[in-house]
């Protein structure tokens, strides 16, 4: 079970963990000092990093939604001039149909007029 280290714990694994020729030359307060800038240091590069890999993210993620919405606005646009087409064609249908209907009746009455005016 892994557990977060609070900044006293890792300082003093810093400074176990510095070789003795080094902490002895420094002593405990050269030493103390060194591993608080090398931590400060880390922190600071930690955070430059974390700031870095963000707004690369953010630029990346802002192009991708542009792409996206280009995307989106060209399906759209083809997709609604398909159907504008398909309905003019349907109207165009119906209109064919519609004639054939009234000539076709207009014929009939005819016909039937015809026969019943007939002497």
Do not use: N, Y
């Amino acid at each position: 079970m892994t557990e977060r280290l609070g900044a006293q714990d890792r300082f003093v694994m810093a400074i176990a963990r510095m070789p003795g020729a080094l902490q002895e030359r420094l002593g405990d307060d050269g030493a103390e000092a060194l591993v608080t800038l090398f931590e400060s240091a880390r922190e600071e590069w930690t955070e430059d990093v974390l700031t870095t890999t963000i707004d690369r993210f953010e630029r990346r993620l802002t192009t991708e939604i542009s792409l996206l919405r280009v995307d989106v606005t060209r399906e759209v646009s083809a997709l609604r001039q398909d159907f504008t087409r398909a309905i003019s064609d349907t109207r165009v249908d119906e209109l064919k149909w519609s004639f054939l209907f009234w000539v076709g009746q207009v014929a009939a009455m005819a016909g039937l007029l015809a026969f019943m005016l007939r002497p």
